[in-house]
């Protein structure tokens, strides 16, 4: 049974950070590209970060300068580090493997920045 069990959100003035956790289970972490995504209220699902198996990196235009996507195959984790939050960047956080055909996806933690 494939789990993907993000960690790491809240309640974070403008300004601060926070990082954000995904630990997987049931899949071979290594071989899967692993996202990042968000959806705010309202509004559909987008990607944030992405990395792949070789470590290449994509942000979106939004958050480049202020997110990192890091990835550790020994934990079977990957990590957001959010750096500088805004109020806009209040979503929930869902995290994703993938590895055609498949992908999963995770429960998503709550950020919500506001002062």
């Known amino acids: 049974q494939v789990q993907l069990v993000e960690s790491g959100g809240g309640l974070v003035q403008p300004g601060g950070s926070l990082r954000l956790s995904c630990a997987a289970s049931g899949i071979i972490f290594s071989i899967h590209v692993m996202g990042w995504y968000r959806q705010a209220p309202g509004k559909q699902r987008e990607l944030v970060a992405s990395?792949?198996?070789?470590?290449?990196?994509n942000y979106a235009e939004s958050v480049k300068s202020r997110f990192t996507i890091s990835r550790d195959n020994a934990k079977n984790t990957v990590y957001l580090q959010m750096n500088g939050l805004k109020p806009e960047d209040t979503a929930v956080y869902y995290c994703?493997?993938?590895?055609?055909?498949?992908?999963?996806w995770g429960q998503g933690t709550q950020v919500t920045v506001s002062s």
């Open positions: 994703k493997a993938g590895r055609f055909p498949s992908s999963y």
């Open positions: 990395i792949t198996t070789g470590g290449t990196t």
